[in-house]
C-alpha cells in the first residue's frame, strides 16, 4: 500500500481550512484518510499551521511521502521530511 501525506480540504464554500492526514494514494482527496497529523487554515493572517512532528516522522519511518504543499508547510514549520 502506498501512503502520501497529504491536504484534505474540509469548511464551506469559500472558507477552506485543511487537515493534514495520511492516506492511502488511492483514496479520494476528502476520502477515508488513515490518520490527521496536523491541520493548516490559510485564510488567517499569517496563515495558521499545526504540526504533529512526532506522528509525520513515524510515517515517514514507514515510507509515507509528502506531496510538494505539505512538504513546504513542513519546511515552514520547521519539521524536517
Same mark, same amino acid.
Given at each position: 500500500?502506498?501512503?502520501?501525506?497529504? %491536504?484534505?480540504?474540509? @469548511?464551506?464554500?469559500?472558507?477552506?481550512?485543511?487537515?493534514?492526514?495520511?492516506? +492511502?494514494?488511492? $483514496?479520494?482527496? +476528502? #476520502?477515508?484518510?488513515?490518520?490527521?497529523? #496536523?491541520?493548516?487554515?490559510? %485564510? *488567517? =493572517?499569517?496563515? =495558521?499551521?499545526?504540526? +504533529?512532528? =512526532?506522528?509525520? @516522522?513515524?510515517?515517514? /519511518? /514507514? #515510507?509515507?511521502?509528502? *506531496?510538494?504543499?505539505? $512538504?513546504?508547510?513542513?519546511?515552514?514549520? #520547521?519539521? $524536517?521530511?
Amino acid at each position: 500500500m502506498s501512503v502520501k501525506i497529504r %491536504l484534505a480540504r474540509h @469548511g464551506s464554500k469559500k472558507r477552506p481550512y485543511y487537515r493534514i492526514v495520511v492516506a +492511502d494514494v488511492r $483514496a479520494p482527496r +476528502d #476520502g477515508r484518510n488513515l490518520t490527521q497529523v #496536523g491541520s493548516y487554515n490559510p %485564510l *488567517t =493572517e499569517p496563515a =495558521e499551521v499545526k504540526l +504533529d512532528a =512526532e506522528k509525520i @516522522g513515524a510515517w515517514i /519511518k /514507514k #515510507g509515507a511521502k509528502p *506531496t510538494p504543499i505539505v $512538504a513546504k508547510l513542513m519546511k515552514q514549520a #520547521g519539521v $524536517a521530511a
